[in-house]
Nanobody
Framework: QVQLVESGGGLVQPGGSLRLSCAAS????????MGWYRQAPGKQRELVAL???????NYADSVKGRFTISRDNAENTVSLQMNSLKPEDTAVYYC???????????????WGPGTQVTVSG
């Protein structure tokens, strides 16, 4: 099947930047969509940013103008550049993806294990 592996989380001071990456591996024919969600303690998981069909992007209002999602189609990798970070951005960030596995329409949809982002200082 498919595995999603995140990297790039950590501790940063308010106003700082971090870059998260998520690499998908497995028998992937094509990518339908990939994105990032986050979950803070005591809160529901929420959408941060999403790329659909390789071109359309969608951002949560709270991160517009600060975060940028990008994707490398050939490598099935998506990155999230996070600038001007705020304490309220602190959460576990999860990569999410939907992939087409074959020409018969078989798809896989799943999550990475998550990476902690802490904005404090």
């Amino acid at each position: 099947q498919v595995q999603l592996v995140e990297s790039g989380g950590g501790l940063v001071q308010p106003g700082g930047s971090l870059r998260l990456s998520c690499a998908a591996s497995g028998r992937i024919l094509s990518m339908n969509e990939m994105g990032w969600y986050r979950q803070a303690p005591g809160k529901q998981r929420e959408l941060v940013a999403l790329i659909i069909s390789g071109r359309d992007t969608n951002y949560a209002d709270s991160v517009k103008g600060r975060f940028t999602i990008s994707r490398d189609n050939a490598e099935n990798t998506v990155s999230l550049q996070m600038n001007s970070l705020k304490p309220e951005d602190t959460a576990v960030y999860y990569c999410n993806g939907e992939f087409r596995l074959d020409t018969y329409g078989t798809t896989w949809h799943g999550w990475g294990p998550g990476t902690q982002v802490t904005v404090s200082g």
